[in-house]
């Protein structure tokens, strides 16, 4: 592995949008020209969710995984071949590291406008409070906010974006710490976990995955006009492009995240991930799709709005360091098999992602050797 480079300057950045968290506030002021750009073509409510395939989505018990438990591994492998998504629990983090890490993000977004836009994004870049992936002025709109921090290595911190300790969010860079290290460690194990599963000679080819994090946190609030509720969507479908994600649902309450089969089960529909007390969900993103090249897919998902309550989730991404490359791992392609996807640089990847719309699988497309 690497040495940790420093984030090169030039990545790319999103057009500014409104703040949707006000916008929800200020109901009377929502007009169909505002809401015009968040409208989607077809409905999205909940009802909208293949209530058949609800709660088989697999769960995994870290502590007996990391005990070298062979009916864990196994459930990992088959949530990895056949779902891309699972349920991690038993996995190590205090409560106490959770609940403050809930509490300070919900503080977060409970801060009025103005203090909150102290941390707004800066043009070049995603970190900060903002909106990503909004490259064009005339694209459909996510109903959300989002904060967004790199938080691993501690040397790709921007300190600007995090809330200082002697402002109104005193314990906020302490729980984000620890809530960061104590993920990054639990997708350390599951990369490791894989890497058994997939035979690998070198854990290290999975486990440089979890090298780095950012954490992005989202904010969901309710649409106010009933004409539009049906039309909105909290984060259009997509698969993440980072190595494994792990989703913590703040609300404990309030569901919203939903997948897509791979296969297209259950008649294509989505399917939704009720928050599991204490669990974190975990999904292969792009990148463990290219290492393995192919046999883990990232799998697409969104999250919807409910329609009278707000929610919150903190997704922890992790992906290799800058300096690293991106390529099918030999072990997987075989002798004589064929690479499905092309080698990047991380740097170069992350032009690629930080330039895209949120769009479906559009970045594995772009990765494919044709
Ligand atoms: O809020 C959720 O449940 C999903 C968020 C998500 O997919 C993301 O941040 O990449
Ligand atoms: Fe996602």
Redo the contacts with the bound molecule.
Sequence with gaps: MESAAERPENLGGSLPVPNVQDLAGRPDDLTPTILRRYLRADPTSTTNIDQVNDGIIPVVDLGRLVAGDEEEASKLRQACEEWGFFQVVNHGISDDTVEEMKRDVTAFFNLPLAAKSAFAQRPGWIEGYGQAFVTSDDQTLDWSDIFFLATQPPSYRDLRFWPPEDGQLITFRRSVERYSAATQRVAGDLLAAMAFNLGLRDAGDMTCLAAAQSM?M?Y?PPCPSPAARDRVL??SP?S?AVGL?L?L?VSPTVA??QIRRPDGGGGGGWMGVDPIAGALVANAGDVIEVLTNGRYKSIE???VVDATRE?V?V?AFHSATFGSTYAPLHEMVGDGGVPKYRSITVEDYVRLVVSSKLDGKNIMDAMKVN
Excluded: K, P
């Design positions: 992005r989202n969901y909290g984060v997509h993440d994600t989703l649902q919203g995240l998902h969104r999250a929610r989730s997704a």
